[in-house]
Structures are given as C-alpha cells and as structure tokens.
C-alpha cells in the first residue's frame, strides 16, 4: 500500500507540496490538469511540469485524478470516437511518465453533489453536507449556483462550470439516457480504452457514483456490489479497475463496504478512505476518519485491504475543515493529514500483528 494525497497543483491549491512532503507516509501526489478542458490531449510538456515539480519534493505522481470524461462519451454520440482517441493520445503521453492509475468517473454532468459545503458540527469545524430533504426542493440551476459561490473561489473537482453554464441544454441531452444506455457507453468506451491503458501499463479506476443513487433523475451505474461487479466483468481486461471510495459508496448504508473491499481487492489498484456520519432522513455529513465520528467501519475496511493483499494506492479522502483553515470544500490541509495518520495507523497495527504472528510461528 502507498499513501498518496490529493494536489491540484501550483496556483490552484491553498496546499504545497512542502506541505506534503511533510505528512509522515505520503509518498506521491494525486494530481491532474485541471485547467485542460475536458476531451483535449494532455501534452507531454504540460504533463512533465507537475511531474518536475513533484519530484523536487521527493513525491511520486503515479496516480491521475481524474482524466474526466467527455459528455458526448457518455452520451454515446457520435463525437464520443474523436474524444476516445484524445483520451488514448493522453494515456499514451502519460505513460512515458510511468504514471501508474488514472481514476475517473461516468456520473452525468455533475461530479459528487452536496447541498451544502460547510455545515458546521458542534465542535466548530465545518463539512460538506448532503441534505436528503432540501435537495428535493433544489434545482440543479440552484446547486450550480450554491457551488460556484460557496468554493472559497477553488475550482471544484469534476464541476467545470463553463461546461455547467447550460444545464437545460444538459439535462435534455440524458432526457432518454436509461442506466441501461449509460453502462453501454461506458462499456464502448471501456472496450475501446483498456487495451491502450494495458499497454501503456495503466489501470483504469473508475470511482463510484457520489452520493450513490441517482440525483435530478440522471442515470447513475457505480453504486454499488452489482453494478460493479458488472462493470468489472463487462470487459475483461486487468486494466479494468476500480477506485474504491469509502465515503460515495457509504453515502448508502445498504451497500457492504467491507464485502466490497474483500470481493474485489484485486481489481481495487487506488482507494479513497474517508468517512461520513448517517442521519434517520437519508442525510449524511462527512466527518473525521475516525471510526467513532461516523457511521463506516473504517478499521475494518483497512483491515480488509491489508487481509485481501491490497498492493495499490490510498488517499484520505475528503476532509472537514478544521482550526479555521481557508480552503478547497473538501480538500483542506489539516484534516486530510491528521486521515493520512489514522489510516497509516490502522495499517501498521495490521503489519505488526502479522510479524508477531510470523514470528510466533517460527
Ligand atoms: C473525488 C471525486 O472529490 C472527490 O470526491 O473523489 O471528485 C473524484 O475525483 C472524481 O469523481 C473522479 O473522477
Ligand atoms: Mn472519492
């Protein structure tokens, strides 16, 4: 297992990578070209300035997040082929970096959806928030909006609201848009990519819906055991992978996160762990990694993944905002640091009770 952290580069994160470099543990940067509009070729020179600038602090970039997918790809238009052979192109390019996972993600229009970005706890720090009851009376115009003017002026990841400008025109697009319809383009597009990502020696990851179920009546096909077991069987392929999310697959609490972990650790090469806290009406809000500040089984997921041979890539995922820090909702300093702690503590229990158990054996 190696611990990453998220980064979004020089000029468009509050973080630095001294900063990072700095968290006991973390071994590489997760990173993209944020400002590279979707569908365009990442070019090698671009690539190689993130890569240069990691390496000066000792941090690997192994791991993309995300390359995200076109519209058209996962509208299943006739333009998706031109944006698939962009996507090769920007594989291709990547490779000659040894980057080793890009994750991604098939959610319609939006990324992951909160109503609310900094709801705060008793304790004074802040959270993103999904509220089960205010959605229902939102309007995607009016989460768009709650977005752009609540990010500390951060760009959000996967929420580029140029393309987001025109959500009727949008939403009208996936009017017709079955599940059943989506996996098919995801599959297209999977039949298409996967042999490039073999040879290029990426895995692909795809990361799960986030909350897990459909929103605004958008299809939505990575919410849990079944749809990924489906995903994953739909092309059989070994660099047909899975991002493992703790906190969007926990935003059900019908869906086994431990069973998830043991049934598909193998096809798992990067793991989101974060953690949320469940309310009666279907709310959640994200909390500490902590076991006891949430309602997922955080220990016993990292226990799962060490106990299943987990050899990839882990990140503490979204944190709360804590001791005042001014940040990216979601992605701040401090509590992502003290979740990198936790889980590389869970982990290392783990490691040390298998050496005593060895050496009780000998
Ligand atoms: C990330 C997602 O911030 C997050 O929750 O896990 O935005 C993720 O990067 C994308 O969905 C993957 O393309
Ligand atoms: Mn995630």
């Not at 997918?69 to 390019?93: C, F, M, Q, S, V």
């Not at 996996?183 to 895995?203: D, S």
């Not at 993944?305 to 995922?317: A, H, K, Q, S, V």
């Amino acid at each position: 297992m190696q611990m990453t952290f998220r980064w979004y580069g020089k000029g468009n994160d509050s973080i630095t990578l001294k900063q990072i470099r700095q968290i006991p543990g973390v071994k590489g940067v997760v990173w993209a070209l944020h400002d590279v509009p979707v569908g365009e070729v990442w070019t090698v020179e671009r690539i190689a300035e993130v890569v240069n600038q990691a390496k000066m602090y000792g941090l690997n970039t192994d791991v993309v997040e995300s390359v995200n997918i076109h519209e058209d790809i996962k509208l299943g238009l006739p333009t998706r082929d031109k944006y698939i052979e962009a996507y090769k192109e920007t594989l291709e390019n990547l490779s000659k970096f040894g980057i080793k996972v890009v994750c991604y993600n098939f959610m319609p229009i939006f990324d992951w959806f909160r109503t609310d970005l900094f709801k705060e706890s008793e304790d004074g720090s802040t959270a993103l928030f999904f509220d089960a009851k205010k959605v229902l009376s939102l309007t995607p115009e009016q989460v768009v909006k709650n977005m752009e003017e609540n990010c500390n002026n951060f760009t959000l990841p996967g929420w580029e609201l140029e393309r987001l400008k025109d959500l009727e025109h949008l939403f009208s697009k996936y009017k017709n848009v079955t599940e059943a319809e989506l996996f098919e383009n995801l599959t297209y597009f999977l039949k298409e990519i996967c042999p490039v990502a073999e040879q290029c020696g990426i895995k692909m990851a795809i990361h799960p819906d986030d909350p897990p179920f459909s929103i605004f009546g958008l299809p939505r096909i990575v919410k849990n055991k079944e749809d990924i077991a489906r995903l994953l069987s739909a092309v059989d392929n070994p660099a047909n992978g899975l991002t493992f999310c703790s906190g969007s697959l926990g935003g059900n609490p019908n869906n086994d996160l431990v069973d998830i972990v043991k049934t598909f650790t193998e096809r798992i090469p990067f793991a989101h762990i974060r953690n949320v806290k469940h309310f009666e009406d279907g709310s959640f809000i994200e909390s500490s990694h902590r076991v006891e500040d949430g309602s997922l089984p955080i220990t016993e997921i990292v226990n799962a993944l060490y106990e299943n041979g987990f050899d990839g890539y882990i990140r503490p995922d979204h944190g709360r905002h804590i001791w005042d820090e001014v940040c990216r909702p979601g992605y701040g300093l401090y509590d992502r640091a003290l979740g990198a702690m936790y889980l590389l503590g869970a982990w290392d229990v783990n490691v040390l009770l298998k050496n005593r158990k060895t050496a009780c054996l000998i």
